[in-house]
T-cell receptor, first 112, second 112 residues
Framework: KAGVTQTPRYLIKTRGQQVTLSCSPISGHRSVSWYQQTPGQGLQFLFEYFSETQRNKGNFPGRFSGRQFSNSRSEMNVSTLELGDSALYLC???????????FGSGTRLTVV | TQLLEQSPQFLSIQEGENLTVYCNSS?????LQWYRQEPGEGPVLLVT?????EVKKLKRLTFQFGDARKDSSLHITAAQPGDTGLYLCAGVINTGGFKTIFGAGTRLFVKA
C-alpha cells in the first residue's frame, strides 16, 4: 500500500511569508500528526488530528496551524515565517490500534 | 515536562563491533518505539515494545524494555555500514490522550 505522502519535498520562502504543507496518510489511517525536526531540538510535536478534530497540540506559537479533511488528508500552515522556522516538517499517520507511526519523507522548509 | 534522554548522542565504530544505545526517562510509558532515520527521509519504525521486561529481536538488533517501563535499550551485534543512521526512541504516555515523546537521537556511523 502507498506510504505517507508529503508535498512539496522542498520549499524556500522569505521571512514574513506564509506556507502550506500537505500530507496524505496511509489509506485507512485516520490519525495524522505533525512534527518539526531541527538539528538542535530534534523532533518536536506540533499537533495531532483525528476525524478532522485536533486532539493534541504541542508548544508552538499560534502562527502554526493545521487542519484535517474528511478523507484524512491534512495540511499545516505557518504564517509570518521566521528564520527559525527552517526545519524538516514531518507528517506521520497511524491506525488507532497501533502505537507506532508511519512517517512521510518530510518537507524541507528553508526561510531566507 | 516529560523528557526522554538518549545516550550516546554520537557513535562511530568499525564494522563488526557491537554497540548499545540507551533511552531513559522518569516517566512511565504505555509503550516505546525505536525508529531509524536516514538523511533526507522520515524515521522508519523498527519495533514497538509494550510489556515491562519485554525483549524483541530483529535480526542483529535486540530491543529491551525496562521492567518499570521507564527505559529501553537497543543492542546491535556485528554492526554493518548499512546500520548507519539516526536512531530515535519514542515513548508513548497516556495523559488522557496518547502523547508521543521523542529522544534527541543517537547518530551511528559504521565504518567499513
Amino acid at each position: 500500500k502507498a506510504g505517507v505522502t508529503q508535498t512539496p519535498r522542498y520549499l524556500i520562502k522569505t521571512r514574513g511569508q506564509q506556507v502550506t504543507l500537505s500530507c496524505s496518510p496511509i489509506s485507512g489511517h485516520r490519525s495524522v500528526s505533525w512534527y518539526q525536526q531541527t538539528p538542535g531540538q530534534g523532533l518536536q510535536f506540533l499537533f495531532e488530528y483525528f476525524s478532522e478534530t485536533q486532539r493534541n497540540k504541542g508548544n508552538f506559537p499560534g502562527r502554526f496551524s493545521g487542519r484535517q479533511f474528511s478523507n484524512s488528508r491534512s495540511e499545516m500552515n505557518v504564517s509570518t515565517l521566521e528564520l527559525g522556522d527552517s526545519a524538516l516538517y514531518l507528517c506521520a499517520s497511524r491506525a488507532l490500534t497501533d502505537y507506532g507511526y508511519t512517517f512521510g519523507s518530510g518537507t524541507r522548509l528553508t526561510v531566507v | 515536562t516529560q523528557l526522554l534522554e538518549q545516550s550516546p548522542q554520537f557513535l562511530s565504530i568499525q564494522e563488526g563491533e557491537n554497540l548499545t544505545v540507551y533511552c531513559n526517562s522518569s516517566s512511565v510509558f504505555s509503550s516505546l518505539q525505536w525508529y531509524r532515520q536516514e538523511p533526507g527521509e522520515g524515521p522508519v519504525l523498527l519495533v514497538t515494545v509494550v510489556t515491562g521486561g519485554e525483549v524483541k529481536k530483529l535480526k542483529r538488533l535486540t530491543f529491551q524494555f525496562g521492567d518499570a517501563r521507564k527505559d529501553s535499550s537497543l543492542h546491535i551485534t556485528a554492526a554493518q555500514p548499512g546500520d548507519t543512521g539516526l536512531y530515535l526512541c519514542a515513548g508513548v504516555i497516556n495523559t488522557g490522550g496518547f502523547k508521543t515523546i521523542f529522544g534527541a537521537g543517537t547518530r551511528l556511523f559504521v565504518k567499513a
